[in-house]
């Protein structure tokens, strides 16, 4: 046996000893798909059966390049750097290096990462004086990649109104800046380097000759224009080696198309389809319960993982009755298993939307863990918090300089440069805040800059509105949500905006002090003043606090999307209810004819192999949205879990009925059960009556004597909490 060989199980081995042919192999989750790509390569290589040269592989990330190069230079005794191994867009950039003149680009062409292409719009835009509140930039950016990655040039792209006539029209006025200025964005580098390979033949066939092995990974996350690349070079002849996993296609919403893989299985005849099914990663009831779930999608290639090393321990379910709740569970779990040992590094906290970060950021505030937002910003960090924020601080102080400059132009109002400048002259000259000095700046930006102090004397009007309300009127009032509307990305940031709005009820539920009837309300005292004043001091200290350095031993916090690749001792999944993962947008939506829930389902089943050793799955009864207290049905992805499988940690009602304390697993106390009394002598589920907001039923307890609270739900009236030593209730 080749020494290259060794370790490799059946199926690898039979992967990566295949004889010169198109294969497609089938790559679970944990089933080191890295090891049989770079032991291919240099399988082929060292029987002689291809050069160093002659081989082209892509990857989807730099990282996973390099680390094919590194192994490789581990294998064979050469230099593995001039190999062309790569992402998609930088094979394409050193093609387009070495062909500059074919491709019609000058010798040191620059490519515009997404924040220069969005200026280079900006300043075409202006050029042509059109109206960005109309034809936003970042919108225009996305409609131009989207129709590159389609392979569409402006000229051919189908426009059937006005309005869509204009946007190809800035399309194509885009294409000719670019030229001219020598540049080229993301996307080009790909549409560019195909349309050089289609049109010139002796090109095509020169690397058509040289490659005559092509090896794909993550080949799921194709595209179709990456898949027509790939087309292209293969069809001299060369054998096409792609790796990949149906079941992990996560970014429909970049363009990846799943149904690549069975396009190529058909049109290049495959006969060579192996299944790489054992997994290295995780125990076997995580491994079961993520085949569970993934059979219910239709139309897969199939294959099913399994592992040599154990069942393992128990999927472990935990229902709270509010996201509150939930996250202060997971902080208490994520101590005792540090406490048992775990490192918080190998702790990954899951979530399916970003803006669910919020509550579990709060709750490690409190609890003082570090934690890290892998892929993301922390909540108080996003754009879009920090431009609702600002407007909420010149409602408190309106001469809070760099509150102003944030948001004095946006969303965009006219409010140039030059207008900015000026205005910072005349508040030096007059040694006051910009706010002050609008007066004095004259002309058409002095009128706008004069607009713009009336909104914030509109908003500061609101002043006196209970914070929730007032967060959620900034948001409107402004122009951020109507912005974020508009944009084909801008769901996440509505969530998140949305969230701010939840953080403000929960910031005054938790520091808010009881009037005489006995409701929590505003009012807080102390050294930050009112309500707004208190809530932004709030929320500058959790967005400086506890941020993990480098070499720190941190939780980490991310979304599932964020989360492929990965892989940790302990996974928490959180939000698991319906409409939230699933998606809401997932019941109804279709891509291609297939179902969008089809693709949360692949989303979930990444979240679950993301575990090796204990994974838990969690969702509440309750869960705050725009500020109001929304009721939830659990995920159906739990119940696609088989009950064999699964620990529940809480009393359950449903198929199994109530567990009870004196059943193995039951954990009494992050949360009462329905039947029992707290120290506050009422009970949860109990019918009560107040004066002031009718009927009611206790829905949770805290405190005890005088110092006990309750919180109650009184319907139309919704949640309130109530201290009891002043509260007027009466059982029903």
Known sequence: MNPLLDHLNAPQLAAVTLPP?????????????????TTRIAWLISTGQVSPPGVLAVTFTNKAAKEMQTRLAGMLPINVKGMWIGTFHGLCNRLLRAHHRDAGLPQLFQILDSADQQASVKRLLKSLDVD??????????????????????????????????????????????????????????????FELLDRNEPLRRHYQERFRHILVDEFQDTNKLQYRWLKLLAGGGANLFCVGDDDQSIYAFRGADVGNMSDFEREFKVENLIRLEQNYRSHGNILDAANAIIKNNPSRLGKNLWTEAGSGEPIRIYESFSDGDEARWIVEEVKALSRDGHA??????????????????????????????????????????????????????????????????????????????????????????????????????????????????????????????????????SGLRAYYQNEKEGQDRLANLDELINAAASFVAEEGQPNQDGEITGGISGEFGNDLSAFLAHASLEAGEHQAGEGDDALQLMTVHSAKGLEFNVVFISGLEDGLFP?????????????????????????????????????????????????????????????????????????????????????????????SRGDSGFRIGQSVMHPKFGPGVIVNAEGSGTDARVQVNF??????????????LEAA
């Not at 089938?26 to 790509?37: D, P, W, Y």
């Not at 930039?137 to 204009?166: M, S, T």
């Not at 319907?715 to 007027?728: F, H």
């Open 583 to 675: 998606h809401e947008n997932s019941m109804s939506e279709t891509r291609d004819g297939k179902s969008g829930l089809e693709e949360e389902r692949r989303l979930m089943y990444v979240a679950v192999t993301r575990a090796r050793q204990r994974l838990y799955l969690s969702f509440a009864q309750t869960r705050m949205l725009h500020g109001q207290t929304r009721y939830n049905l659990p995920s159906r992805f739990l119940d696609e879990v088989p009950e064999e499988l699964v620990k529940w940690l809480t009393p359950r009602a449903g198929k199994g009925g109530f567990a009870t304390p004196s059943q193995p697993g039951f954990n009494s106390t992050p949360r009462r059960s329905d039947s």
């Open 715 to 728: 319907g139309v009236a919704g949640m309130k909490w109530l201290a009891l030593s002043v509260a007027k």
């Open 132 to 193: 960005d509140e109309k034809f936003p930039p970042r919108e225009l950016c996305h409609f131009i990649n989207a129709q590159k990655e389609q392979g569409l040039r402006a000229a051919v792209v189908e426009a059937y109104d006005e309005w869509a006539r204009k946007r190809v029209g800035l399309y194509e006025a885009y294409e000719a800046q670019c030229q001219r200025e020598g540049v080229v964005d993301f996307a080009e580098l790909l549409l560019r380097s």
């Open 344 to 477: 918080r590094a190998e702790i990954a906290l899951l979530y399916r939307s970003n803006a669910q970060s919020r509550a579990l950021e709060h709750a490690l505030f409190n609890a003082g863990l570090p934690y890290r937002v892998y892929g993301g910003l922390r909540f108080f960090e996003r754009a879009e918090i920090k431009h609702a924020l600002a407007y909420l601080r010149l409602i408190a102080n309106t001469d809070d300089d760099t509150a102003f400059a944030r948001v004095a132009n946006f969303p965009t109002r006219g409010i140039g440069a030059r207008s900015l400048e000026t205005l910072q002259d005349a508040a030096k000259a007059a040694n006051s805040s910009l706010h002050a000095a609008i007066p004095q700046v004259a002309g058409a930006g002095g009128a706008k800059l004069a607009a713009f102090a009336q909104l914030i004397v509109k908003l500061r009007g609101a002043a006196q509105l209970p914070l929730p309300e007032l967060v959620d009127h900034v948001v409107e009032l």
């Open 21 to 37: 042919a198109h294969a497609l192999i089938l790559a679970g989750a944990g089933s080191g798909k890295t090891r049989v790509l």
